[in-house]
């Protein structure tokens, strides 16, 4: 099955715990359990759910740092599990590269959210692509100042000394 596909089941997953407010997980373990009418959710679109589970805190935490004007709380319950799956895959899925995962959130998008979300959604995940690339230096370690003793100025040192 496409990753695209399975994307969408993990929408699909990731919009019920949503609506219904109950937790990820426990909803995911009900969907593998007991697929119902659809087929069974594909390996990848289990992964999405987990890690978007698992890392929900960061993701979201990213999302608001990066958005302006709309925390991750009033964003609608679609554009919201869109971007945190496309968030997920920039930030902690190596395999699928960056450009990927904002035009499969774009393609979502474009089929279901309103008219401004996909704008909305290419830019927030734009943002979060360019500060993923910044450099952390974790072994830096901040400079202590020096005591320095003071010094003779300039013109001082330039004149002839008196005899």
């Known amino acids: 099955m496409a990753r695209s596909t399975a ?28 697929p119902g009418a659809q087929t069974p959710l594909p390996d990848y ?5 987990r890690g978007v589970a698992e890392h929900r805190r960061d993701i979201d935490t990213a999302l608001n740092e990066h958005s302006t004007g709309w925390k991750v709380r009033r964003m609608g319950v679609v554009d919201r599990n869109i971007l945190r799956i496309a968030t997920w895959e920039i930030l902690f899925n190596e395999e699928i590269p960056d450009k990927v995962a904002i035009d499969e959130a ?34 830096v370690k901040p400079v202590e100042p ?10 001082a040192a ?4 008196d005899e």
Do not use: W
């Not at 330039?158 to 000394?161: D, K, L, T």
């Open 7 to 34: 994307r969408k089941r993990a929408l699909n997953t990731l919009y019920e715990a949503d609506e219904k407010g109950q937790d990820i997980l426990s909803l995911l373990d009900e969907r593998i359990a007991e």
């Open 158 to 161: 330039a004149e002839p000394a």
């Open 106 to 139: 774009l393609g979502l998008a474009k089929t279901l959210c309103d008219d401004d979300s996909p704008a909305f959604i290419h830019g927030l995940l734009s943002a979060i692509c360019v500060d993923k690339e910044r450099p952390i230096d974790d072994d």
């Open 45 to 49: 679109a289990i992964e999405i759910v």
């Open 146 to 155: 020096v005591a320095v003793e003071p010094s003779v100025p300039a013109t």
